[in-house]
C-alpha cells in the first residue's frame, strides 16, 4: 500500500523539487507543517529559510522557485507566486477530493499499514525478572514497554521473538537454594512453599552471608571492649561461613547435582508461575515459551570465553578477563580472577544466539536506563568479538530502549510507606479496585448502568484499570522519570487509558444506534462516498492518515509514547468532531453514511492501537 499522510506524501514531492531546482543540495529537508493560519491552507512548506544560506540566494526568490519545480499536482491546488508568504513560506492547500480519496484507501483491513518487516527476525528483550522475587514496581517497564514494542513489531509484519532473560543463575541464587537445602536437612518441607516465602529466605540468606567487615575493624579500632568485639567477630565469622555454604551450593547447582537442583527447580517453577500469571492478568503477551533465563546459557559460557581468549579479543587485566570497548571509560568485565563468569558473559552470549541463532536484525533491550553503562561494555564488547555479524550479511543493531524510574508522589523513587519495593500484584490489584470505584460512580442511576450487569461491571473494571495503568507507562516520554498517580492515570478526562477507553466506546455506540434506530448496518456505509467538508471533519480526516506513519515511527524510535499521543490526537479531534457535526441527524443521507463511516473508520484505528500498545479493549460501559 502508498503512503497515506498528507504530509509524507508532500515531503517526499518537495523533496524532488528541491532536487530538481538545486541540484548541489544534498538530502534536502522539506519541512512540512501544519498551516499556522488554516485560511491559507492546510499545510506549509518552510524550506526556503534554511535553504536560501545554503545556496546563497534570498529565501523568497528560493521559494519562487520551488514554487515552479514542485510538482503537487493530484494533492494540492496548483502552486502560484500567491502561495508564498511572507519572508518565503509556501502555502499549500490540498484539493477537495484529496482526503477523501486517502481515506478511502486507508479503508481496507489493514487500515493503511504496509508489512515493511516481510517476515524479517526482531528480538526483543522484557520483563527481566528474577528468581526468588516477585514482580515488583522495577518490573512494570521492562514488561509493559517491551511487550508494546513487541507488538509494534508484529503489527509492522517482523517475525518477533521476545526473550525473558530472567536472572535465575549465579551465587545470589544459590544462596537461596542453599537456605532451602538448610530447611530440607532440618526435615521441613519445602514443596508448599510460596514465592513470598521464599522471597523471605532469600532476604535472610542476603544478610546471613554479609560480613560487618567493617564493624569488626571500628570495634577492634576503637577498642569498643570485648561484648561488642566477641558479637561482631561472630557475625563476621558466620557470614563467611554462610558464603562459604552459598559457594559450594553454587558449584553443585552448576554440576548439575541432582538435589541441588531440584531444589533450584523448585524455586524456579514458582517464581515463574506467579510471574507469568501477573502477566497473563495484565495483558501482557509474556509466556513460558518465552523464557530465555541467564540458566540457559550456563553452559557456554566457559568455551565462549577461552575461544574469545583464543581469537585475542578478550586480554588478562589485573587476573581478569576483559574486553576493551572503544570510547567506553570501562572495559567490559567476562571472567573474574576467581574464575567467575558475569552478567556481562551471559549477555555476550545472549547476543551470540539472538543474533547468530535467531538471526535477528535488531535486538531490543527494554531495560531501566541505570544499566546503561552495562550495555555500551556489552554491545561494544560484541562488536569487537564479531558476534554482531550476521549470516544474512550486515550487522544486526543492538538497542538499549532505555526507560526512566518510577516516582512516588514525594519525587523519590517509588517504594511502599515501610521502604519497600510495591508489588506489581497489589498495584494491578488496586488500580482495578478503584476503577471499579470510578465505574460504580459513572454508571450510577444511569440507564447504560442498568444494563450492565455484575459480570460484565467487573470484566470492564479490569479492562480499565489495567489499561490505566499501563496507558500511563506507556504514554511517558521512554527516557524520562514520572510520578506515578492512581488519580490522574484513572481520570475519565485528558491523556489517559480510560478516556481512551471510552473515545472508542462513543465510536461504537453511534454505529450502534444507526442499526437499532435508523436500520443503518455496517454494510449500509461500508462503502460509502466519504466527505470531508467541516473543519473538525478535516482535522479527523488527517489523524487518521497519520496511523501508518506514526507506527513506522514508534517502531524506529522504540517509543510507545508516540501511539499514545497519536491515539489523544484521534480520540480528541474524533470527540469535536462528534459535538460539531451531527451523525445520526445529519443534514442528508450521503453526510450521514460519510459521517458513520468516520467513525467506523476511528473506531478501527483506535482499537488497532490500543492493541498494539497491548490493552484490552470494551464494547460498552
Ligand atoms: N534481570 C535483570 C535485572 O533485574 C534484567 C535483565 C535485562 N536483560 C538483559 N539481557 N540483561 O536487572
Redesign the pocket.
Known amino acids: 500500500m502508498g503512503e497515506l499522510d498528507p504530509v509524507t506524501l508532500l515531503a517526499a514531492r518537495f523533496r524532488a523539487g528541491i532536487s530538481a531546482a538545486f541540484p548541489s543540495v544534498v538530502d534536502p529537508e522539506p519541512l512540512i507543517a501544519p498551516s499556522k493560519n488554516p485560511k491559507f491552507g492546510e499545510f506549509q512548506c518552510n524550506a526556503a529559510m534554511s535553504l536560501s544560506k545554503v545556496v546563497g540566494q534570498p529565501p523568497r526568490d528560493v521559494a519562487l522557485a520551488l514554487v515552479r519545480s514542485v510538482d503537487v499536482a493530484g494533492l494540492c491546488e496548483p502552486l502560484s507566486e500567491a502561495s508564498v508568504a511572507g519572508p518565503g513560506f509556501i502555502n499549500l492547500t490540498l484539493l477537495p477530493g484529496t482526503l477523501a480519496s486517502l481515506l478511502d484507501t486507508m479503508d481496507r483491513p489493514g487500515l493503511g499499514v504496509t508489512p515493511i518487516g516481510a517476515g524479517r527476525p526482531i528480538v526483543v ?1 522484557l520483563c ?3 528468581l526468588a522475587k516477585q514482580m515488583h514496581v522495577g518490573h512494570i517497564r ?1 514488561t509493559f514497554i517491551g511487550d508494546a514494542l513487541a507488538r509494534t513489531f508484529e503489527r509492522l509484519g517482523y517475525l518477533v521473538t521476545r526473550q525473558n ?3 535465575d543463575w549465579g551465587l545470589n541464587i544459590a544462596m537461596v537454594v542453599a537456605k532451602l537445602a538448610e530447611l530440607e536437612a532440618r526435615g521441613e518441607r519445602v514443596d508448599s512453599l510460596t514465592l513470598s516465602d521464599i522471597e523471605q529466605l532469600y532476604k535472610r540468606a542476603q544478610s546471613e552471608c554479609s560480613a560487618d567487615e567493617r564493624g569488626l575493624a571500628a570495634v577492634k579500632r576503637f577498642d569498643l571492649g570485648p561484648k561488642a568485639l566477641a558479637e561482631l567477630s561472630a557475625q563476621v565469622e558466620g557470614a563467611r561461613e554462610a558464603m562459604a555454604g552459598a559457594k559450594r551450593t553454587l558449584v553443585q547447582l552448576q554440576a548439575r547435582e541432582p538435589r541441588t537442583f531440584a531444589l533450584w527447580q523448585r524455586v524456579a517453577d514458582v517464581t515463574m508461575r506467579e510471574c507469568l500469571d501477573i502477566c497473563r492478568r495484565m495483558d501482557v503477551n509474556v509466556t513460558a515459551e518465552h523464557t530465555a533465563g541467564e540458566s540457559s546459557y550456563a553452559d557456554e559460557l566457559a568455551p565462549m570465553v577461552d575461544e574469545l581468549v583464543a581469537r585475542g579479543v578478550a586480554e588478562i587485566d589485573d587476573g581478569a578477563m576483559v574486553i576493551r570497548v572503544e570510547g567506553v571509560e570501562e572495559p567490559c568485565l567476562i571472567r573474574k580472577s576467581d574464575g567467575g563468569f558475569l ?1 556481562a558473559t551471559t ?1 555476550l552470549a ?1 547476543i551470540k544466539r539472538r543474533v547468530g541463532t535467531i538471526g535477528a536484525d535488531r535486538v531490543i ?1 527494554c ?2 536506563a541505570r ?1 546503561s553503562l552495562h550495555f555500551r561494555q556489552v554491545f561494544g564488547a560484541a562488536k569487537a568479538a564479531g558476534l554482531t555479524a550476521r549470516a544474512a550479511g550486515g550487522p544486526a543493531s543492538l538497542e538499549h530502549a532505555a526507560f526512566g524510574t518510577i516516582l512516588g508522589e514525594d519525587g523519590k523513587p517509588f517504594k511502599t510507606r515501610s521502604g519497600e519495593s510495591v508489588r506489581l500484584a497489589d498495584l494491578v490489584g488496586e488500580a482495578v479496585d478503584r476503577a471499579a470505584g470510578v465505574l460504580d460512580q459513572l454508571l450510577a442511576g444511569s440507564e447504560a448502568g442498568a444494563a450492565i450487569g455484575a459480570d460484565e461491571r467487573a470484566s470492564i473494571a479490569s479492562a480499565v484499570g489495567i489499561a490505566a495503568l499501563k496507558y500511563t507507562d506507556l504514554s511517558s516520554d521512554r527516557v524520562k522519570d514520572y510520578v506515578f498517580s492512581f488519580e490522574r492515570m484513572l481520570a475519565f478526562e485528558g491523556n489517559t487509558g480510560p478516556y481512551l477507553l471510552y473515545a472508542l466506546v462513543r465510536t461504537k455506540n453511534v454505529q450502534r444506534k444507526a442499526h437499532s434506530e435508523l436500520g443503518l448496518g455496517p454494510d449500509a456505509f461500508a462503502r460509502a462516498p466519504i466527505m470531508v467538508v467541516q473543519p473538525e471533519e478535516k482535522t479527523l480526516a488527517l489523524t487518521l492518515l497519520r496511523w501508518p506513519s506514526v507506527l513506522r515511527s514508534v517502531a524506529e524510535a522504540l517509543e510507545p509514547h508516540r501511539l499514545c499521543q497519536f491515539l489523544y490526537d484521534l480520540a480528541t479531534s474524533f470527540s469535536a468532531f462528534y459535538s460539531a457535526c451531527k451523525v445520526l441527524h445529519a443534514p442528508d443521507e450521503a453526510s450521514r453514511l460519510s459521517r458513520l463511516r468516520l467513525c467506523s473508520l476511528c473506531e478501527r484505528v483506535l482499537e488497532d492501537g490500543l492493541h498494539v500498545l497491548g490493552i484490552r479493549t470494551i464494547e460498552r460501559m
Open positions: 528483550d527481566g525478572v528474577n521492562a532473560h530472567v536472572g552478567y549477555d545472549a533491550y531495560v531501566d544499566q
